[in-house]
T-cell receptor, first 111, second 114 residues
Framework: GQNIDQPTEMTATEGAIVQINCTYQ??????LFWYQQHAGEAPTFLSY????GLEEKGRFSSFLSRSKGYSYLLLKELQMKDSASYLCAAREDTGANNLFFGTGTRLTVIP | KAGVTQTPRYLIKTRGQQVTLSCSPISGHRSVSWYQQTPGQGLQFLFEYFSETQRNKGNFPGRFSGRQFSNSRSEMNVSTLELGDSALYLCASSLVGLADNEQFFGPGTRLTVL
């Protein structure tokens, strides 16, 4: 079956660094995605990992360990506008190629 | 270029009715995927259409169906609505399909079933 786990809520201070963890179990695996979703808006793509290691993109980085079924999203130099939900999604590779999302982590950035 | 558009943005229906939602993908994108988002379950994959054919399907009952037209626009239909169908329905488009690394989401249709 499929299972994606991530914390429900996190709070961090403006200017700080925050790490949002995600563990996954899928029938086959073909990539891990992170999306950002502000309240009332559509999700927007942040990152994609399919090989082990760290992918850096500006203030955001994403890490993947396939053997551990684990990923994290790292946000540096937090800004108030980073307050949003962060969705972890794993893509299975069983021919259906579906995306399975976690319930999302609501991040609140405080001054 | 224009993003993914969904109509209507908000909809209120009663139990037992049916509803049709529409999604227009980004120009040139041939794949449209539909998701249901609820606070408790998060985003759940409904189905994907590519070149007018349903290519992938999630674990939803047959009351949920869809189709895609030759211009890649897609519609989703839910029949015999239940209270639990109240959710945000999102569609996402991509060039080729789920194998792409990025899907572009529309703003969603907020369906309330009374």
């Amino acid at each position: 079956g499929q299972n994606i786990d991530q914390p429900t809520e996190m709070t961090a201070t403006e200017g700080a660094i925050v790490q949002i963890n995600c563990t996954y179990q899928t029938s086959g695996f073909n990539g891990l995605f992170w999306y950002q979703q502000h309240a009332g808006e559509a999700p927007t793509f942040l990152s994609y990992n399919v090989l082990d290691g760290l992918e850096e993109k500006g203030r955001f980085s994403s890490f993947l360990s396939r053997s551990k079924g684990y990923s994290y999203l790292l946000l540096k130099e937090l800004q108030m506008k980073d307050s949003a939900s962060y969705l972890c999604a794993a893509r299975e590779d069983t021919g259906a190629n579906n995306l399975f999302f976690g319930t999302g982590t609501r991040l609140t950035v405080i001054p | 270029k224009a993003g993914v558009t969904q109509t209507p943005r908000y909809l209120i229906k009663t139990r037992g009715q049916q509803v049709t939602l529409s999604c227009s993908p980004i120009s040139g994108h041939r794949s449209v995927s539909w998701y249901q988002q609820t606070p408790g379950q998060g985003l759940q994959f409904l189905f994907e259409y590519f070149s007018e054919t349903q290519r992938n399907k999630g674990n939803f009952p047959g009351r949920f169906s869809g189709r895609q037209f030759s211009n890649s626009r897609s519609e989703m239909n839910v029949s015999t609505l239940e209270l639990g169908d109240s959710a945000l329905y999102l569609c996402a488009s991509s060039l080729v399909g789920l194998a792409d690394n990025e899907q572009f989401f529309g703003p969603g249709t907020r369906l309330t079933v009374l």
